[in-house]
């Protein structure tokens, strides 16, 4: 808790946004790594329960190759059960048309692809380059605007690579321009391997900030060395109100081995609710479901944020 009140007492005077929205990566950002692959039950009633948490968008599971990520394998069966709670937009990763394909059977509504700012990151995760991975998303664009289904992008290892070493700014904002000059709504930047800090934030936010405006930005911040909040609260005084999160702070990384998990939702939802930013979360709801998910699936609950029941 001493964490928050430094965060508190730090943002409290600073220009903060009204009300950002909240992406849950739980299920997919947050399960693909666990080494346990749970049920297929227990993921759909995961994903339920987050829908009555005030979630507009959930990313519910991942169309990539399930010899690559066996953890996502269950991806057609878990979104053609679960409730699509109206208002709430259900998303899924695709990494090739392939992946596009199948999430359209099933009628995704909105799928994201994922390149990286570094080619060592993007061969082990994707087995292509960053340019191969830009002409590949080329084609799931295409199709995407003709069945009018929205792509968000995402781009891995805005700071750093677990095989490249280092990250500019410049580098990812060559990336995010790409993503969006091929079509994404939204591009979100993944702290993949969570080495930011507020200082290093603050220069890729104004990177990417000269070709896309704040409202075309997400952040997505991994906690590895325990900055994410402060990472976030940093790009949110910039005008970013888009924050990917996973509750619990489930989650790591198939191909960045120590990557812990996503930012805790509850975390930066009740920061958010002391801070007077809206989120549209019910806070003692995300907790019961973090409590619920850790139980049953054996996963820590990794939260500061935490009701004990
Ligand atoms: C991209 C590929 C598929 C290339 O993998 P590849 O082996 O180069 O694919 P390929 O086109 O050569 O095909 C090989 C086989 O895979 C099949 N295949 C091909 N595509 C698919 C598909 N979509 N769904 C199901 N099967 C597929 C294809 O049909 C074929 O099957 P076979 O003939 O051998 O039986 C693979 O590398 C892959 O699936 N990678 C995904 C890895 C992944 O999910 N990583 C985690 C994502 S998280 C992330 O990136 C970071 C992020 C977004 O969270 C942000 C952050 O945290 O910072």
């Not at 903060?16 to 299920?27: C, F, S």
């Not at 896309?212 to 790009?235: G, M």
Request: charge should be negative.
């Amino acid at each position: 808790m001493q964490k928050f009140r430094e965060i508190i007492s730090h943002y409290s005077s600073r220009t903060l946004p009204k009300a950002i929205r909240i992406v849950e990566m739980g299920p997919r950002d947050g399960l693909q790594s666990e080494k346990k692959i749970l049920p297929s039950d227990i993921k759909v009633e995961f994903i339920n329960r987050l829908s009555e948490c005030g979630y507009k968008n959930i990313e519910v599971t991942s169309f990539v190759s399930p010899k690559w990520v066996p953890q996502m394998g269950d991806n057609l069966e878990v979104f053609q059960r679960i409730y699509k709670k109206p208002g709430v937009t259900y998303s899924a990763l695709t990494p090739n048309v392939k992946g596009y394909e199948s999430a359209k059977s099933v009628g995704v509504p909105e799928v994201a692809i994922f390149a990286s700012a570094s080619e060592g990151f993007s061969q082990k995760n994707i087995n292509c380059s960053i340019e191969e991975s830009i002409q590949r998303f080329r084609s799931i664009m295409h199709s995407a605007y003709i069945d009018k289904i929205r792509v968000r992008g995402y781009i891995s290892c805005v700071f750093g690579c677990p095989y490249d070493g280092e990250i500019s700014p410049e580098a990812v904002r060559s990336v995010a321009l790409k993503l969006k000059e091929i079509g994404c709504y939204e591009i979100s930047l993944g702290d993949t391997i969570g080495i930011g800090t507020p200082t290093k934030t603050k220069a890729l936010i104004e990177s990417v900030l000269y070709d896309l405006a704040p409202s075309e930005v997400a952040v997505h911040f991994h906690n590895t060395f325990d900055r994410a909040l402060e990472n976030i609260f940093t790009a949110l005084e910039m005008g970013i109100t888009t924050v990917d999160s996973s509750i619990a702070s489930l989650g790591g990384c198939p191909y960045a081995d120590g990557a812990t998990g996503n930012v805790s939702t509850e975390d930066v939802a009740f920061l958010c609710q002391e801070l007077g930013i809206e989120t549209g979360l019910d806070i003692n709801a995300l907790c019961r479901t973090a409590n619920w998910m850790s139980k049953i699936s054996g996963i820590p609950n990794r939260s500061v944020y935490q009701i004990h029941e």
